[in-house]
């Protein structure tokens, strides 16, 4: 299965998310659109959200922290986040699973 939220980029892949800050819990919700849905507990205030959605995708997809690059969306629920050194085909992989662990 092909994801329309994850894009090959030269340096790794880039992944289009819609966030909903100040849940109960971070998790995984799905697909929305051709976005990736992810609830945040932190509040959309001085970059908190945006910091909790690094760390929680770099969780996710198992990369450092340090690879996971905000690259559009700073002050939006709408975000472009780059994951670097990873391939397409692992990135799908992985959300896959992470998508069916979810549901």
Do not use: H, W
């Amino acid at each position: 299965m092909s994801y329309p939220c994850l894009k090959e980029n030269v340096v790794g892949v880039i992944l289009q998310i819609q966030v909903q800050p100040r849940s109960s819990r971070n998790q995984l919700v799905g697909l929305q659109g051709d976005a990736l849905k992810i609830k945040l507990t932190s509040p959309p205030v001085d970059g908190a959200a945006n910091k909790a959605c690094c760390a929680f995708l770099a969780k996710v997809f198992g990369v450092a922290k340090g690879d996971v690059e905000l690259v559009a969306g700073d002050k939006s629920r709408q975000k472009r986040i780059l994951l670097n050194g990873l391939d397409l085909a692992t990135a799908e992989q992985i959300l896959k699973s992470q998508l069916e662990a979810a549901s």
